[in-house]
Structure formats: structure tokens, C-alpha cells
């Protein structure tokens, strides 16, 4: 078999999602400020989009942002001022640690506790890597 045979079967039998070039967005975060606090009225948008948990998310940020907070009445309350081009930069990081698949991009993919780890599973292209706890 010729090496152009071989890389179109391969085209052939891989899943349709890897073929896909849909562009997967953050919702940026929208808030004001009210006295000392920062009050994120989208958060739960941003977390759905996620399709992680509100806590690992809130957790993740609190400590990111070094700055006490929690959610309440739909809306993330941080205790101090805070920039929205840093709350984006920080979901964006969290984006890239806890959500995008290391090895193909895409962020198709779950945090499962696999002995006593937490592990990243792509279900796009299978990778499987070891992510830090919160």
C-alpha cells in the first residue's frame, strides 16, 4: 500500500470530531464592581460552557485571584476589585489546565478520580493525562 492509500484510510477512520474545525468560545466574564466587591453576573453561563463543576471552577479562581468570594443568587461574589481582564485571564488559564486536551486541542473532555488522580479523558482522541487537585 502506497503511502497516499494509507493517509487517505486514515482520513476515512477517524472520528468526525477530530475533522471538525468548530470554534469552541469562553464567554467573557461580565461584572461590576459594587463598594470593595467584583460581582461576575455570567458566571454560570461561563461554567456551562466549561462543563465543569461551579466548585472546581470557584475554587480554582478564588485561589488564582488570592481573594476570598463565593457564589450566590446565580452570580460570583469576589471580595475584593477586580479586574475583568483578569478574571478572563484566569478562566482562560483554568481553560487550558482543566478543560483542553493536551494532546489534540479540543475540549471534549471529562475529570475523572482514577486512584486517588485526577485524570483529564479526551473522548475525541483518547488522551489521558494526570491533572493537578484543587
Do not use: W
Not at 471580595?79 to 493536551?102: D, H, L, M, P, W
Not at 489534540?104 to 482522541?125: A, F, H, Q, Y
Amino acid at each position: 500500500m502506497d503511502y497516499d492509500a494509507m493517509l487517505e484510510r486514515a482520513f476515512t477512520n477517524m472520528p468526525k470530531a477530530v475533522l471538525e474545525k468548530e470554534r469552541f468560545e469562553i464567554p467573557r466574564a461580565r461584572g461590576h464592581l459594587e463598594g470593595n466587591k467584583t460581582i461576575i453576573s455570567n458566571f454560570p453561563q461561563i461554567v456551562q460552557a466549561l462543563r465543569r463543576p461551579v466548585e472546581h471552577v470557584l475554587k480554582f479562581l478564588l485561589k488564582e485571584l488570592a481573594t476570598p468570594g463565593d457564589f450566590r443568587r446565580g452570580m460570583l461574589m469576589l471580595g475584593s476589585k477586580v479586574t475583568a481582564s483578569r478574571v478572563n485571564q484566569k478562566i482562560r488559564e483554568y481553560a487550558e489546565e482543566f478543560v483542553f486536551c493536551q494532546s489534540c486541542g479540543k475540549p471534549d473532555t471529562d475529570i475523572k478520580t482514577e486512584g486517588g488522580l485526577n485524570v483529564l479523558s479526551c473522548s475525541v482522541c483518547g488522551n489521558r493525562q494526570v491533572v493537578k487537585t484543587l
